[in-house]
T-cell receptor
Framework: DAGVIQSPRHEVTEMGQEVTLRCKPI?????LFWYRQTMMRGLELLIY????????DSGMPEDRFSAKMPNASFSTLKIQPSEPRDSAVYFC?????????????FGAGTRLSVL | AQSVTQPDIHITVSEGASLELRCNYS??????LFWYVQSPGQGLQLLLK??????LVQGIKGFEAEFKRSQSSFNLRKPSVHWSDAAEYFC??????????FGTGTRLQVFP
């Protein structure tokens, strides 16, 4: 398997623009997690899905952030409108959940810069 | 509330020296325990894991970790550090839920 695939790897945008980050989980994994990593706050869980259904979105910082998982092989994280404080590295991870003892596999991340 | 503590934010060692990174957790039962490594510009890679049984577990890249129930600890060790081990290391615990709780990370710097 190719692992968790994220695109783009780097995104530079201007304040106010819409940003969409994409993730393809490992085939057969029924959990998908979105994380944000910054120097100040470390690694934060934003939202996670089980079988394409959002389970916990309590980590989503504001209504400007939204995430979808239309099918088992694709998820998006959207920021609209983007702000400079959204600049961070966003990671996607997938897992088989408790039946695989919660091992998570991470993508390489998307580095977002909002100017 | 459950938590994971990595008390060392930054550690510097010389190449060839031994290494120990500390991790303590707060949880009523024995959780699943993990160490992940993040090289610069990369995602997190699983180094090793503990579920049950032998309390000393071996991982990739020559790392090992020991689970000590009495101390609620899961410290990561390596007998001889290589320059390529410079990275950030995260301890994580898996509870009886679908999520992992990550520590704040320890950044390892290796001097030649």
């Amino acid at each position: 398997d190719a692992g968790v695939i994220q695109s783009p790897r780097h995104e530079v945008t201007e304040m106010g623009q819409e940003v969409t980050l994409r993730c393809k989980p490992i085939s057969g994994h029924d959990y998908l997690f979105w994380y944000r990593q910054t120097m100040m706050r470390g690694l934060e869980l934003l939202i996670y899905f089980n079988n394409n259904v959002p389970i916990d979105d309590s980590g989503m910082p504001e209504d400007r952030f939204s995430a979808k998982m239309p099918n088992a092989s694709f998820s998006t994280l959207k920021i609209q409108p983007s702000e400079p404080r959204d600049s961070a590295v966003y990671f996607c991870a997938s897992s088989e959940g408790l039946k695989a003892k919660n091992i998570q596999y991470f993508g390489a991340g998307t580095r977002l810069s909002v100017l | 509330a459950q938590s994971v503590t990595q008390p060392d934010i930054h550690i510097t060692v010389s190449e060839g020296a031994s290494l120990e990174l500390r991790c303590n957790y707060s949880y009523g039962a024995t959780p699943y325990l993990f160490w992940y490594v993040q090289s610069p510009g990369q995602g997190l890679q699983l180094l090793l894991k503990y579920f049950s049984g032998d309390t000393l577990v071996q991982g990739i890249k020559g790392f090992e970790a020991e689970f000590k129930r009495s101390q609620s600890s899961f410290n990561l060790r390596k007998p001889s550090v290589h320059w390529s081990d410079a990275a950030e290391y995260f301890c994580a615990v898996g509870l009886n839920t679908d999520k992992l709780i990550f520590g704040t990370g320890t950044r390892l710097q290796v001097f030649p």
